[in-house]
């Protein structure tokens, strides 16, 4: 059995965390970043050899995960060639791993390597991993540019339209109803877009096209 087959049909533990909630279809969130208080993390790529990657994965999602918390696992294919890519958002901040010389920062460049990423891809899949300690309703969405905070939003917000500046055109984010979502982007594949809302602290919507993550606080 591959790897990508056992994650879909059982769990396994990773720390003190069990693997939960496998999206068949797509993904209802892109990202799933962490409270700042807290270090759960999110571990999202795109690449053409899935079952690599998620066995590249699990080591590293066991060092990360050592306190405990759910994590949950789910892919979707991509229909277009697409700008593959590793992305860790962790502390509720997004780590470059291609600088610094951390131990969290190498392990990422290492599985980068090992997935020849980043490269343009024929047959894209979306693989996103995401822990968290508990859940609880955001208080505010916070909009990065680059890791610049641009906007704070109150999740008490009542249907607001906020435009963001993005690296490759425009972005609206949309909050109504405790939620945030991304309604409109310039970027092609709008996986953002199709990533559906936010509403519980620790989630995060990615654009990398745009350079854009969105954290529900």
Sequence with gaps: MNRRNFFKISSFAIGAAAISNVAGSALTKVMAATNPASDSFSLELITDNEDKAINLAQEFMNSLNDGGGVIKFSEYRLDKAESADIVLVRGGKLVNYKTGSDDVRRHVAEIAKELELPRIINNPVRIKFTSSGGE??????????????????????????????????????????????????????????????ISLSGENIVCIPNQVHIIAD
């Design 136 to 197: 609880t309703t955001a208080s505010n969405f916070l909009i990065f540019h680059k890791d610049r905070l641009v906007g704070k939003v109150s999740a008490s917000t009542s249907n607001r339209n906020i435009t963001v500046m993005g690296s490759k055109g425009e972005m609206i984010v949309n909050v109504s109803g405790r939620k945030a979502r991304v309604v409109q982007a310039s970027c092609t594949h709008k996986n953002c877009v199709n990533s559906g809302s």
